[in-house]
């Protein structure tokens, strides 16, 4: 069974820094993409950023260097680094998984069969 949690959300005020955590069981970060995407309530589901199973990164455009992505294959976790947060990053922010090994990147939410339950976080003005 695959799962994947996400923790590291919280309430944080502007310009603040948070690191999430997709811990992924039952399915190797090292071998498949990995991507966070973010819902604000009322919008659409996000991309914010990816990584392959070779270390490419991918970012939404709206990330303009503020966050980082990366992952550690001995832990089997994705991290999210991210930096100078803003009101309008508020969002629940989801970790997911492509299920196709030694496949690319992806930046649609389609692309991905594994999600996590989702993290909140708030970013106060």
């Known amino acids: 069974q695959v799962q994947l949690v996400e923790t590291g959300g919280g309430l944080v005020q502007t310009g603040a820094s948070l690191t999430l955590s997709c811990a992924v069981s039952g399915h190797s970060v090292n071998g498949n993409a990995v991507a966070w995407f973010r819902q604000a309530p009322g919008k659409e589901r996000a991309f914010v950023a990816g990584?392959?199973?070779?270390?490419?990164?991918l970012y939404g455009d709206f990330v303009k260097g503020r966050f980082t992505i990366n992952k550690d294959n001995a832990k089997n976790t994705a991290y999210l680094q991210m930096n100078s947060l803003k009101p309008e990053d508020t969002a629940v922010y989801y970790c997911?998984?492509?299920?196709?090994?030694?496949?690319?990147?992806?930046?649609?939410?389609?692309?991905?069969?594994?999600w996590g339950q989702g993290t909140q976080v708030t970013v106060s003005s």
């Open positions: 997911a998984a492509n299920n196709n090994i030694w496949g690319p990147l992806y930046r649609g939410a389609t692309e991905y069969g594994y």
């Open positions: 990584i392959s199973y070779i270390g490419q990164t």
